[in-house]
């Protein structure tokens, strides 16, 4: 599966993103989807992960209450709506696909479709 990512910008802290991602090539229902960033001079770090029903999200806690994920089966697209953003979460952030277990859903590791990444910069 292909995914596109898209939505990053600039905006002041404070402010609102909507990422979104774009599956195609694949079975899109057939895969939990997560969020991923990586800052400058940092590894990359789990943001928010959806299970295969949508019924499930995880999230990484410093984005807990400000971030929403989300999934929509018939537009083939994950979304990750970001409020009240911090400078700190200013990062490069990628859409991944994969079927990991529950227990890795935050590893990167676990998934094996990546989108290339879009710049998410907060400032303060």
């Known amino acids: 599966v292909q995914l596109q990512a898209s939505g990053g910008g600039l905006v002041q802290a404070g402010g609102s993103l909507r990422l979104s991602c774009a599956a195609s090539?694949?079975?899109?229902?057939?895969?939990?989807l997560g969020w991923f960033r990586q800052a400058p001079g940092k590894e990359r770090e789990f943001v928010a992960a959806?299970?295969?029903?949508?019924?499930?999200?995880y999230y990484e806690d410093s984005v807990k209450g400000r971030f929403t994920i989300s999934r929509d089966h018939a537009e083939n697209t994950v979304y990750l709506q970001m409020n009240r953003l911090k400078p700190e979460d200013t990062a490069v952030y990628y859409c991944?696909?994969?079927?990991?277990?529950?227990?890795?859903?935050?590893?990167?590791?676990?998934?094996?479709?990546w989108g290339r990444g879009t710049q998410v910069t907060v400032s303060s």
């Open positions: 991944a696909a994969g079927r990991p277990i529950l227990s890795a859903v935050r590893s990167p590791n676990m998934y094996y479709h």
């Open positions: 090539g694949g079975t899109f229902s057939s895969y939990d």
């Open positions: 959806i299970r295969r029903s949508g019924g499930s999200t």
